[in-house]
């Protein structure tokens, strides 16, 4: 089993930025793809960004692309999301997700892991 533990959530200004970080306390995070994702009130969960194991490969929603940047650090076993030019539209709680050796799975939404969430809010 492994623990996601989402921070960096907050209240934001629209055209500002947080930077939101998916750690995995006490276990081996290199050998899992991670990613984001977010829900909304009366939405549906949707895909963020997904960073394979290794740092290489990143895979980001239209909706984000040039604005927010997935990164890790498999010596913190932590993953990152850099959000920035925040607009009130990317309200959500925002939740990372981990599945051993496959981005695919992290994309499509059937991860191995998920975290509790995050929240954001971008006020207008």
């Known amino acids: 089993q492994v623990e996601l533990v989402e921070s960096g959530g907050g209240l934001v200004q629209a055209g500002g930025s947080l930077r939101l970080s998916c750690a995995a306390p006490?276990?081996?995070?290199?050998?899992?793809?991670v990613g984001w994702f977010r829900q909304a009130p009366g939405q549906e969960r949707e895909f963020v960004a997904a960073?394979?194991?290794?740092?290489?490969?990143?895979n980001y929603a239209d909706s984000v692309k040039g604005r927010f940047t997935i990164s890790r650090d498999n010596a913190k076993n932590t993953a990152y999301l850099q959000m920035n030019s925040l607009k009130p539209e990317d309200t959500a709680v925002y939740y990372c997700a981990a599945a051993r050796n496959s981005r695919s799975r992290v994309i499509d939404g059937t991860p191995d892991y998920w975290g509790q969430g995050t929240q954001v809010t971008v006020s207008s």
């Open positions: 006490g276990r081996t995070f290199s050998s899992y793809a």
């Open positions: 960073i394979s194991w290794s740092g290489i490969s990143t």
